[in-house]
């Protein structure tokens, strides 16, 4: 990628759309090879903040104790343009030395190692949602991300993330501005403090929960706190509160800021009533300045000028005496050093660079994919914009209003993780909501697979082949899922409801999967070809020692086959779905029930006993290497026990639905919650370090060329796909997916039609991609979507002499774009398109559009748009635009050094649209057109 093309996209300007695109913050240092990967020892704390305020109370016993960032050891991954970047390992959460509960029956035997030798720490999976994101006031490299999972922080502008403060539904947070180590947190509950950085918290009384926590800049022990009804305001850094009451006003306040340099002028918007209250005296009297229906009410005011006020569907700028119109918003931000610089979001993304006499919208599907926008933060040291929505966003060229935002973290609150299983190199976990996750450094770093787009993210099984580290099957709701290569791409096995699948570790190519709806099938191939046997049930399971017996559960009874499934023997009565063999005693079998509690059989599954955990909810009991039983269960925790069971002891207050082995450490487990508390916890002795094992190298394939007849995942690299007959994928689904990460691969239609939903071929983050000789054609009205070609981050891209058309709003023949995107040729294609929908889109450095036709024949609708496309060539094109509006047949936006030449354009343009054209792209040339 040449270097002047990305600096001049950065720099280039934006109508109507988003462009300039996103700069990377600086890598962050090198870990060096002595690096110990996981801490085991709590880190000394920052000496305490010299504040004027009376001395804090003491702290409490903190539930979340951070340690420095870690070290974390990385072996050699398996190459994969996919990985995201490192992260460092998060705190550590360490138990109480005395069990918050006590042991599940018995007593334990002398010597028994209690909870207190053993930490539970939360892996970093994927980050954060985002309620409100903070700058530290100091070092504007240091941000925090307020979220319902918790408080993450970052010291490299976001490039890696660590759990700062694990704590159910946090709402914002303030730094001092003269001491970072004096942080103030609002969560629903409560009001904390700390003053050593984050090592100890104390709870302020008198300050319940609020959603906004505010310091005055002019003095730094005055603290307000948006509540309900009312703003709470401290004079002495949250030792004592007054209530400062607004009239009539009884709902929550959902947004609050202070002057900067007039800090008595503060601003009060309400939840739900769309009303907004302004105080000049620092909150003692409050009047009414806005009342306009519903909805909530961000608010922010001018740093230049306190009259000036930005808020949900108005703007004034005589302190709220008259206003102008204003976008919906959920989230504000004025530009620091640029007061008519203003950003709004929810969730489309909305600039003004005027101080609000006009606002630019661009559509959110066109700059991220995420929910309400409730926060922006704004860097004008680094020029950085961030975006803290469902998931966190950051883009350059804040301080001119034309950015691009990328994500750079993913959000796991709400996540519904359903699977964990480990290899001897890797961990693996599904996703109901996120797909598939893979880390290879034991937890240090995570890799997301998603099967996202034909609609299966939905994973609620996984299964590596611990026979081949390079593959896994995974089962979606409706289909059952088989990668070969580590996860990078995957492939449609077959349609089956919500299949659970198992892998014999003792016969290569023998793997079982259940149904649903209690059917149970086997494969001696791998997955090619399957066989229903003659029994029902929802899973298999596999006896320790001996490969051709095999077990399933089903009317209450334990099923026995010892044919590999063709014959079966009803065993003893048991409640539950899960059966855990131990095994070094196949014999010894646990059927964990749920609500129904805990049975164990000595005597390979002919009778049960239930055991005494009244009260618990067992999901899962693993014995490690070491020889102890591991019990997760949902309401009381991990418990561990080294006398097969007779006595157990809490190792992890979390409500764990899963266990797995640490294949390098016996002694240790990897335990998976979910929901609000979702993730994966290392579970281990204390001071115990962890060996690291790095995975072998992947072979890549030879070139080859692979006959296609049905629509499918094109997964295998170095391939020439060629069809063999004309396609159409069930329903309104697309046809072809480009996995992530593969590359060398050629589409031949070869003459064939394609009918699709939308899209019909997709992909993102693709290498030397050709794709020619097709016709696709849209059938069915599904709504909007995204076209037929569509490819993200694409990199040496060929799409030729294709016939695409598509039919319906919004649906774009041929999309090329993204921030990566580089070396596209688009070229010989014929394309025609529904209302509201461009021929061709594209973006990117090295961008050829040549010889193609265009046809728009209804309404609203560019020919061919390029945007950020620097030294773009759009070169002997045909374009005929018949709807007319405020279209363009051609429109070259923000590509410095563009040549336009020797296109031929067509139509009525009318009310702003034209045949052609090229704007804030210096250097551009535009010539031989018809018309010009």
Not at 226 to 243: I, K, M, N, P, Y
Not at 365 to 394: H, K
Not at 831 to 856: E, L, M, Q, S, Y
Request: glycine share 12%; proline share 9%.
């Amino acid at each position: 990628m040449e270097f002047r093309s990305r600096t001049l996209w950065l720099a280039a300007a934006l109508i109507l759309a988003l462009v300039a695109a996103c700069r990377t913050a600086p890598a962050p240092t090198a870990l060096p090879p002595s690096a110990t990967p996981y801490p085991t020892v709590m880190a000394t704390p920052v000496p305490s903040a010299t504040v004027s305020a009376t001395p804090t109370p003491p702290a409490e016993t903190p539930v979340f104790t951070p340690v420095p960032e870690p070290t974390v050891f990385m072996p050699t991954p398996l190459p994969s343009p996919t990985r995201i970047p490192a992260t460092p390992s998060p705190p550590v959460l360490l138990p109480s030395p005395t069990p918050t509960r006590p042991p599940l029956l018995g007593t334990p035997a002398p010597g028994i190692p209690g909870p207190h030798q053993y930490q539970a720490e939360l892996l970093p999976l994927t980050g954060t949602d985002g309620h409100h994101i903070r700058f530290d006031p100091q070092d504007s490299r240091v941000l925090y991300a307020v979220g319902s999972a918790g408080v993450w922080k970052t010291t490299d502008r976001g490039d890696n993330w660590t759990l700062f403060r694990r704590q159910e539904l946090a709402n914002d947070i303030a730094v001092d501005p003269g001491d970072s180590r004096v942080v103030y947190l609002a969560s629903r509950e409560a009001l904390r403090k700390t003053i050593d950085g984050g090592a100890t918290w104390t709870t302020l009384q008198g300050a319940s929960g609020g959603r906004v926590v505010l310091i005055n800049p002019a003095d730094r022990n005055e603290i307000y706190l948006a509540g309900t009804g009312a703003v709470l305001h401290s004079r002495d850094g949250g030792l004592t509160w007054e209530q400062l009451n607004i009239p009539g006003v009884t709902a929550a306040l959902w947004d609050m800021d202070i002057h900067s340099s007039s800090p008595r002028v503060i601003m009060a918007g309400v939840d739900g009533e769309l009303e907004l209250w302004r105080s000049e005296d620092g909150g003692v009297t409050w009047d009414k300045v806005f009342s306009r229906g519903g909805g909530r009410t961000p608010v922010k005011l001018s740093p230049q000028d306190p009259q000036v006020i930005f808020t949900s569907k108005g703007v004034s700028r005589d302190g709220g005496i008259t206003w102008g119109p204003a976008p919906e918003a959920w989230g504000i931000a004025v530009h620091p050093l640029n007061p008519q610089l203003v950003y709004y979001g929810q969730p489309d993304f909305n600039v003004t660079v005027d101080g609000g006499l006009s606002f630019v919208m661009v559509n959110s599907q066109e700059n991220y994919n995420s929910g309400e926008i409730e926060d922006f933060a704004i860097d004008p040291v680094n020029d950085l914009l961030y975006v803290a929505s469902d998931t966190l966003f950051r883009g350059a060229g804040a301080a001119t209003g034309k950015v691009l935002v990328e994500e750079i973290t993913r959000g796991v609150y709400g996540m519904n993780l359903t699977d964990l299983e480990t290899t001897r190199w890797a961990v693996w976990v599904s996703s109901d909501t996120r797909g598939v996750h893979k880390s290879e450094d034991w937890g240090g770093t995570w890799r997301y697979d998603i099967l996202g787009t034909f609609g299966l993210d939905s994973i609620r099984s996984i299964a590596p082949d611990p026979n081949d580290p390079y593959v896994i099957y995974a089962g979606q709701e409706s289909a059952l899922f088989k990668s070969v290569d580590g996860g990078r791409s995957w492939a449609d096995l077959l349609p089956a409801k919500f299949p659970v699948v198992t892998v014999d570790h003792r016969n290569p190519g023998a793997v079982y999967y259940g149904t649903r709806d209690e059917k149970l099938f086997r494969s001696t191939d791998a997955g090619l070809t399957w066989q229903e046997l003659p029994q029902a049930g929802r899973r298999v399971f596999l006896h320790p020692v001996d490969a051709a017996v095999v077990y399933t559960l089903h009317g209450g009874k334990l099923h026995r086959s010892s044919d590999r499934g063709q014959t079966w023997t009803a065993l003893g009565e048991v409640r539950g779905s899960l059966l855990d063999i131990l095994p070094g005693n196949s014999e010894v079998m646990y059927a964990p029930a749920d609500t129904a509690g805990l049975f164990r059989s000595s005597d390979g599954g002919l009778t049960w006993t239930k055991q005494n955990i009244t009260g618990r909810r067992p999901r899962k009991v693993l014995q490690t290497g070491d020889g102890s039983l591991w019990l997760a269960t949902l309401d009381a925790g991990v418990f561990r026990s080294i006398n097969g069971g007779v006595s157990w002891e809490l190792v992890a207050d979390i409500a764990a639905i899963g266990l797995a082995p640490d294949p390098n450490l016996p002694q240790a487990a990897f335990a998976l919650t979910t929901g609000s508390e979702a993730g994966v916890w290392w579970l281990h002795p204390q001071g115990q370090a962890r060996p690291a094992l790095p995975p072998p190298a992947p072979q890549e394939p030879d070139l080859r060329t692979v006959p296609v007849s049905q629509c499918q995942v094109l997964e295998r690299s170095n391939t020439v796909y060629e069809l063999t007959q004309d396609l159409r994928p069930l329903g309104s689904g697309s046809c072809f997916l480009f996995p992530q990460g593969v590359h060398d691969i050629t589409l031949d239609g070869r003459g064939h039609k394609v009918e699709f939903g939308s899209p019909a071929i997709v992909g993102e983050g693709i290498r030397n991609l050709v794709i020619k000789n097709l016709t696709l054609s849209q059938h069915g009205d599904n709504g909007p979507g995204r076209g037929g070609i569509v490819l993200t981050n694409a990199q040496g891209v060929q799409v030729l002499d294709n016939d695409v058309t598509t039919r319906f709003r919004n649906e774009d023949a041929i999309r090329v774009t993204g921030i990566l995107t580089e070396d596209v040729e688009i070229s010989g294609n014929t394309v025609t398109v529904g209302p509201f929908a461009a021929g061709i889109v594209a973006n990117g450095d090295k961008v050829v559009v040549r010889n193609n036709v265009v046809n728009v024949p209804a309404p609203g609708g560019d020919g061919i748009q390029l945007v950020g496309a620097p030294d773009a060539q759009v070169l002997d094109n045909q374009v005929s635009i018949m709807g007319g509006g405020d279209y363009y047949g051609i429109r070259v936006l923000a590509s410095p050094g563009a040549s336009v030449r020797g296109n031929r354009v067509s139509g009525s343009f009318n009310r702003g649209g034209k045949a052609i054209e090229v704007a804030h792209s210096p250097n551009a040339v535009v010539a031989a057109n018809t018309p010009q």
